[in-house]
């Protein structure tokens, strides 16, 4: 559902697209988002204990827990967390918000939390659809892609913008919370300075009333 485009940074009329420009990358992204489905399935099967010499935020759980005994980290993400969620629950179109993102030993994360963990988290703990399903496994490899670009520095000079239009079912617009008066599209660009990266949102409304053709499929 979600295509990955690469706009370059000096020709701003010039768009690439990532899986075209670099298939190898594409390749090896699409077989560790397997993979990593493939573990999550297997864990759902079989219960897996791992005992971390460091504390775990994989979760939102753990980090609250963190939180209650003072980790300011932990705060942090819980704090990040319930502002985007305020955000998107007050604006269904036209917002934009900024978050910024470290790459750690070739892992993109926020707040000592990797990102590949929060859509991992989706997968193993929300009840999903079919289309759901394949939808966060697309986050979950974008992600991944978007890794793949970075250790290839390919993010110097460019920046990763990601599409992901609103459902076309009426059923899992419903059922899972997307604006129907709307069709709001989520655009997302990663920009890159070093290790230090920018996660930017917006949420665009994709038809102009509720009763209006969306203008974003095309």
Known sequence: MNDTIVENQELSNRWLLAEQSYPELAQSADKKADQFIGRLALSAAIEIVNIDEQPSRATL????????????????????????????????????TKVKLKLKNGQITQNERRLL???????KYTRLNTEMLKRS??????????EELLSRNLLENHDAVIFSPASKDSKTRKDYGFYEDTETCSIQLISSNGDDLILETALVACKKTPNSKRHDIE
Request: glycine share 4%; aromatic share 4%; charged share 25%.
């Open 61 to 96: 759980l753990e980090a609250t827990q963190l939180a209650a005994l003072g980790d300011d980290t932990s705060k942090c993400l819980i704090k990040n967390n319930v502002e985007s969620d305020v955000a998107e629950r007050m604006f269904n179109a036209g917002h934009q």
């Open 117 to 123: 963990d929060i859509h991992c988290n989706t997968i």
């Open 137 to 146: 496994r697309n986050e979950l490899r974008n992600v991944i892609f978007s």
